[in-house]
């Protein structure tokens, strides 16, 4: 396991987003992604579009060693049912005895993933959020996927062949426009469903 981890946020919410929206969770969140900085300055040389539309900071943020990571998910426990490990792109650092320590506190664990590195071998519950670019979609298979759209480099059709439980098409930037064309490709293709940013709406992280 790496020494230490580069953690830009640990915080407590209820998921917002897909399958598990609505379960009280602790964020883990993960600096650093390999799509693009996290600058602002850096979003035109981004390798994905979401570099020029991503709402996430996780520029930044601090080493933190493995047990001082547990020991702080841990004071959590008692308010969440859920960790979710989240970015930037969590993959480039989780590993699967991170996994296992925040397992055996009772929590069960989740990541949120561009799909693009391979994930460690641990109980996870899956979501891939595919982002296009330069790097090829290397997880195919999970719990759900969550396709922000409309964006350039990855198309809905693209990847609804692929090995998921469940399908959201998530409006990009919530505007009645692009929630408009969400609805329209559910429309046609009905296997996928709305995924809607519900922790915005009741203004929580």
């Known amino acids: 396991m790496p020494a230490t981890y580069r953690i830009k946020e640990i915080f407590w919410t209820v998921q917002g987003e897909g399958a598990n929206a609505g379960t009280a969770s602790v964020f883990v969140r993960f600096s650093g992604c390999n799509q693009w900085s996290g600058r602002e300055a850096d979003r035109s040389r981004g390798y994905a579009d979401c570099a020029r539309w991503c709402d996430t900071d996780f520029y930044g943020g601090e080493a933190v060693g493995h047990a001082p990571l547990v020991s702080h998910i841990a004071a959590?426990?008692?308010?969440?049912?859920?960790?979710?490990?989240?970015?930037?792109?969590?993959?480039?650092?989780?590993?699967?005895?991170?996994?296992?320590?925040?397992?055996?506190?009772?929590?069960?664990?989740?990541?949120?993933?561009?799909?693009?590195?391979?994930?460690?071998?641990?109980?996870?519950?899956?979501?891939?959020?595919?982002?296009?670019?330069?790097?090829?979609?290397?997880?195919?298979?999970?719990?759900?996927?969550?396709?922000?759209?409309p964006q350039a480099g990855v198309q809905p059709s693209e990847v609804e062949h692929l090995a998921f439980g469940q399908f959201f098409l998530q409006p990009r930037d919530n505007t009645p426009e692009h929630t408009r064309a969400c609805l329209e490709y559910i429309r046609r293709h009905p296997q996928w469903k709305l995924g809607v940013q519900v922790h915005k709406y009741i203004g929580v992280p």
């Not at 989240?86 to 990541?111: H, K, M, N, Y």
């Open 76 to 149: 959590y426990r008692e308010q969440a049912r859920l960790a979710v490990f989240t970015g930037g792109e969590p993959g480039l650092q989780l590993t699967a005895e991170l996994v296992d320590a925040v397992s055996a506190l009772g929590l069960r664990c989740a990541i949120e993933t561009n799909g693009t590195v391979e994930l460690p071998k641990a109980p996870l519950w899956v979501t891939v959020s595919p982002k296009g670019g330069k790097f090829p979609l290397v997880v195919t298979r999970g719990d759900e996927l969550k396709l922000v759209y």
